[in-house]
């Protein structure tokens, strides 16, 4: 007998995870939330590395079905920090009580599907067990830190923190000798933001970033009531642009002059945000020649900035394409270069081979002595969550093992071999990489809430992809990749980042309002592609 009997389990109280609580909760379910943090905000609750914030406007990183949800909340900047996020999603749990359905400190092991009873057994790490009918997985695709990468990482003399780990209280860098590994969007973010108060800083820099400067105006009554009077627009736009953001791609190149580009160019980068990237030209994925002007383009940026050979050599990518993997904002991160105490150490060529007591070595044998190590080295994304998890369907089937040879999915939305159990921010979805986080995670809830109340409705109590359902969004979501120059550049968006992991691209490509026609159109048609009993 299980300690607790659910309708539906949620793993997780993120973006996702306290929506879908909320949903399933009016529908009446006996559903009910787990999370390993002590507190809500997943992603908003782990990543509290110096620096942290967000990249999309705060204004539509928002949940957008209710209006006094939306207007109770007021954000201080366009791109606010973690600390103020972390209380929005504080303020988004009491407002709509869940803190009551939600076990915190809790992880769970295991989930096993009991081909008899149609349900699921899910153990915790303290031997609870929970039987539900519905495991849903809201566990975010950048949870599972690459934090265990070098040898004798533990017997590091001084601190070592992955930036997903981070400390609540801090960690006091003051005077310190500090390296940061890694420099994807939060090793950036560290390192601007450290650079300042430590002793001296070593970034090691295996592939560099192209960088665009972010404009982070404060916000006070004016800006919020101008956002606010917009609720409407971004309700009606948000789930049905490329990215779910509030721009979008407009203009085809072909049909403007050279010097029509350029202008749109300057104006997007002048926006200091990501639409230079989505929302400039959409052929910037897909022609290698527009890829390239527009690359050059933000090179020329970087160069004008960093006006040092050796600095431009090693801090300007040149051989990827612009947007091909995830474009970070910045605020003087390529100035901070010019800065007496720090160090940009190029390790392509010399890579790290481990850490000593005192610090990183080098394949050539050269010793960083240091205090404090920050490992910005990123995540198992899309489906690490899942793959740490022992999670088994039909015939005992293995989640691990299964992506561990090829990652499918149905949508993102369900595995076939795992009835009943549904998935956000998984493979195979926007939600996996390119979007707006908060447009596809309610796309995703609201969806899987929908399916579950059909479900109730017409006395259904299993739901599993089919076999060819699966196969078929396989097929097209690996055609629209393998044209999209994201296949061709190594990074956590093809699952490179991870030894071992099978190489696909994780986001589905073609376009959030197209994903989110597709699913719903598979509802609408009783959920073709699925198989109900
Ligand atoms: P990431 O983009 O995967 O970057 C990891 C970094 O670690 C890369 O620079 C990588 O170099 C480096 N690295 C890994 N192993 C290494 C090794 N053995 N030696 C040297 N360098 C190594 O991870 P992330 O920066 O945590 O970002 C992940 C994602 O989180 C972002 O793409 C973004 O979607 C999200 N994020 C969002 C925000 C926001 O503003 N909202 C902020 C931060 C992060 P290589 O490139 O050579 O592998």
């Not at 009606?236 to 642009?241: D, E, F, K, S």
């Not at 049909?255 to 200091?272: F, I, K, M, V």
């Amino acid at each position: 007998m299980a300690d607790t009997t659910l309708d539906a389990m949620v793993i997780g109280a993120g973006v996702a995870g306290l929506y879908e609580l909320h949903q399933l909760r009016e529908q009446g379910l006996r559903v009910r939330a787990y999370d390993t943090a002590s507190g809500v905000g997943g992603t908003w609750y782990w990543n509290r590395y110096p620096g942290a914030k967000f990249d999309s406007e705060a204004y539509i990183y928002q949940y957008l079905f209710d209006e006094d949800l939306y207007n109770g909340w007021s954000w201080s900047q366009r791109f606010p920090g973690q600390a103020e996020i972390e209380q929005w999603l504080n303020y988004v749990a009491d407002a709509l009580d869940l803190r009551r359905d939600i076990s915190f400190n809790t992880t769970i092991e295991r989930a096993e599907f009991d081909e008899d009873t149609n349900r699921w057994t899910v153990t915790t790490d303290s031997g609870e067990t929970i039987d539900t009918q519905y495991l849903i997985t809201c566990c975010g695709m950048l949870s599972a830190p690459m934090s265990d990468m070098f040898p004798g990482q533990q017997d590091f003399a001084g601190q070592i923190f992955h930036t997903a780990r981070w400390p609540r209280d801090g960690v006091d860098l003051a005077g310190k000798r500090v390296g940061v590994i890694g420099n994807g969007a939060t090793g950036i973010q560290v390192i601007q933001t450290i650079a300042d108060e430590v002793g001296h800083l070593d970034v090691f820099i295996r592939t560099p970033q192209y960088a665009l400067p972010m404009k982070n105006p404060s916000y006070g009554p004016d800006e919020v009531a101008w956002y606010k009077s917009r609720l409407p627009e971004f309700q009606q736009n948000l789930p049905n642009t490329f990215t779910g953001f509030e721009y979008d791609f407009t203009d085809a190149w072909d049909d403007l002059t050279p010097e029509q580009r350029l202008a749109r160019l300057e104006d997007d980068y002048e926006n200091g945000s990501l639409k230079l990237w989505l929302a400039s030209f959409a052929e910037l994925f897909s022609d290698e020649e527009v890829s390239e002007e527009i690359s050059e383009f933000v090179r020329q940026k970087m160069r004008a900035r960093l006006q040092d050979p050796e600095l431009e050599e090693l801090l300007i990518p040149t051989d990827y394409g612009f947007g091909t993997h995830r474009v970070p904002l910045e605020t003087n991160f390529l100035e901070v270069f010019h800065r007496d105490n720090v160090d940009a150490v190029p390790v392509k060529n010399n890579p790290i081979t481990r850490i000593a007591p005192e610090g990183i070595v080098l394949a050539d044998g050269t010793v960083y002595e240091l205090d404090v190590i920050v490992m910005a080295t990123g995540f198992d994304a899309g489906t690490g969550a899942l793959t740490r998890i022992d999670i088994r369907g039909r015939g005992g089937r293995s989640l691990a093992e299964d992506w561990g040879r090829d990652i499918r999915t149905t949508m993102g939305l369900m595995v076939h071999g795992y009835p009943n159990m549904l998935t956000t921010a998984v493979p195979l979805a926007p939600s996996a990489a390119l979007c707006n986080m908060t447009t596809c995670l309610q796309q995703q809830t609201e969806w899987i809430a929908d399916a579950i109340a059909y479900m109730r409705a017409h006395d259904k109590t299993v739901i599993e992809p089919t076999e060819e359902g699966e196969e078929a969004w396989v097929a097209h979501h690996d055609e629209l990749a393998d044209a999209n120059l994201i296949s061709k550049t190594n990074s956590w968006y093809t699952g490179s980042n991870v030894p071992g992991k099978p190489r696909r691209v994780l986001s589905y490509v073609g376009g959030v309002g197209a994903y989110r026609a597709a699913t719903l159109e598979a509802a609408a048609a009783g959920y073709k592609g699925f198989a109900l009993s």
